[in-house]
């Protein structure tokens, strides 16, 4: 039987749910014997998603927590950490998933900043048990896969709890870290919870929830992940399928063959690999069943997304926004062709200025500050800290830290974060206009691009590159990777310095942690630039 997805009726309804956190409930109804989500461990039918979902929702509130408490969830792909997000949602708590490759005090820290009372954890990393003992606020700690000191079984504190759908359902709400670049991570906040609705036919993604099926390739607590392979998926209807804790290209072709991949959400390093597989690797596997690859999180060289349209076709969705909010960009396929390396056109829905420092509004094709237009009805602050709140926005408008322009035609391009310019002789350098020719050539699998110190200039340009697998660092390619940019940059840009590397370090986002790669050049010294 088909899903009506246009009769108003149904959708009605399907909203209904949704404003309440209900999603997972109404799918239920729809269709309880079907599969929401494959995870390592097997399938797990709606129905019973949504049961759990509802037991933990009694036993978070049998504990003491009210609606407004904190709930951490520390937990890698797998049904638990979709069914706690559904019960914080229903219950009208605020979620914090955490995560799991911090060490100990990164996590003592958020459990803590946070104010949880509540901690859902899978306890075979010694990390969240160690960080737990650390967090006195904690009133509920439950163990996902094994039992561990100080904490209540999972499965053995949701046994013959009612799991009939909440009378009172309240939507909770989301609470999200910043990487950080400096300092402590902070969270995310907003007074009030948003509902996720659905994207059935005509939208971006263009949900068909009898025949698509989403890949979630990256970490659930990341903030895209958390969006675009859970949340909006599950608002549709649309069967999740939760890929390992490590990335295994070979892994994900074999499973877009075999559940019948349509959708998945994809940062450039992904691409990068999937790109680099052997060619009779990728012959392989059918491929033939995706049709929506969203991407975002990190800038995409456009050579690299050139490839991917080139060899999957024009299903490539490009986004650009950040957990504070804002109307978001969003570019298609064929808009990028014509705009290479845009991250997409000027949102009419709430507005974008490019300012200078002193807060003026820069013409078009002059790089400065992003500056978004913040919520008027549900704005955020950072966590307990005024003074970040405060410094990241300028009137009705808040900034990412991130410098791009407007071209003629009002279409958005990056080139860079305030954080990571290089300025060499009073002039400013984009690292990430560096990234993107050398990335082009043919020995290179990932590059970061930082200053380090120069008596002369102040800082000079120096990039880390890491090598294909099979090659040698080399005087001579250090020489011959710069003489390839050289034609291809401004003789400014251009690295002074190359230095090889067996591995870059990147967040479970994809981002390049340049500010790690930046660090052991300017140990020691007192000013930093």
């Known amino acids: 039987m088909s899903t009506n997805t246009s009769d108003p009726r149904f959708l009605e309804e399907l909203l ?8 997972s409930a109404f799918w239920a109804k729809q269709k309880p014997d079907a599969t929401a989500i494959f995870d390592r461990f097997g399938e797990h039918s709606y129905r019973k998603v949504n049961a759990t979902s509802n037991k933990l929702a009694r036993v978070l509130r049998g504990a003491g927590l009210e609606p407004g408490d904190a709930v951490a969830l520390f937990c890698t792909n797998r049904a638990e950490f979709i069914e706690t997000v559904n019960a914080c949602r229903r219950s009208g708590l605020r979620v914090t998933p955490v995560n799991w490759h911090l060490k ?6 958020i459990l803590n900043d946070c104010e949880a009372k509540a901690l859902i954890a899978e306890t075979r990393f010694d990390t969240i048990r160690d960080a737990a003992r650390q967090a006195p606020g904690l009133m ?7 039992v561990a000191d100080g904490f209540e079984d999972f499965d053995s504190a949701l046994d013959g709890v009612d799991d009939r759908d909440l009378p009172d359902p309240q939507m909770g709400s989301q609470m999200l870290y910043t990487s950080g670049t400096t300092g402590r991570p902070k969270g995310v906040f907003r007074p009030h919870g948003v509902a996720t609705p659905p994207q059935f036919e005509g939208s971006n993604a263009n949900y068909n929830p009898d025949s698509d099926v989403q890949m979630c390739a990256g970490p659930g607590y990341h903030a895209a992940p958390l969006a675009f392979d859970i949340a909006i998926p599950q608002a549709s209807g649309v069967p999740i399928v939760f890929m390992g804790e490590r990335w295994d290209t070979e892994e994900v072709f074999r499973t877009i063959e075999t559940c019948k991949v349509t959708h998945g959400h994809l940062v450039p390093i992904m691409m990068q690999r999937l790109l680099a597989a052997p060619e009779e690797m990728k012959k392989r596997y059918d491929l033939s069943s995706l049709k929506f690859i969203v991407h975002g999180a990190a800038p995409c060289p456009p050579e690299v997304k050139r490839a991917m349209i080139e060899w999957l076709g024009p299903i490539l969705y490009e986004y650009y926004a950040g957990s504070e909010g804002g109307a978001g960009f969003g570019i298609r396929s064929d808009e990028w062709l014509q705009k290479p390396g845009s991250v997409g056109k000027r949102p009419t829905l709430l507005r974008v200025k490019i300012m200078d420092d002193e807060g003026n509004e820069l013409p078009n094709g002059q790089p400065g500050l992003i500056y978004h237009e913040a919520q008027k009805l549900n704005p955020f602050q950072y966590y307990k800290d005024d ?10 408008f808040f900034t990412l830290g991130d410098i791009g322009y407007f071209d003629e035609d009002d279409y958005l391009f990056l080139t860079g974060r305030s954080a990571e310019i290089i300025i060499s002789g009073g002039v400013n ?8 020719e050398i990335i082009k050539h043919p020995a290179i699998e990932d590059v970061c691009t930082i200053g380090v110190p120069n008596k002369e ?7 880390v590159i890491m090598l294909k697998q099979g090659l ?20 400014f840009k251009v690295p002074r310095t190359i230095d090889f590397v067996a591995e870059l370090p990147r967040s479970a986002a994809g981002k390049i942690k340049r500010g790690e790669v930046r660090k052991p050049f300017w140990e020691g010294r007192k000013v930093q630039i």
């Open 16 to 23: 209904a749910h949704a404003a309440v956190g209900m999603v």
């Open 104 to 109: 100990t005090d990164e996590i003592a820290y």
């Open 140 to 146: 509920l700690k439950l163990a996902v896969g094994g």
């Open 387 to 396: 003074k970040k709140t405060a410094s990241a926005h300028r009137g009705e």
């Open 429 to 436: 350098i984009y690292p990430q206009e560096v990234d993107n």
């Open 457 to 463: 200039w102040g800082e000079e340009v120096k990039s």
């Open 472 to 491: 040698t660092p080399s005087d001579a390619l250090k020489a011959e990777i710069i003489d390839f940019v050289r034609g291809k940059l401004a003789g």
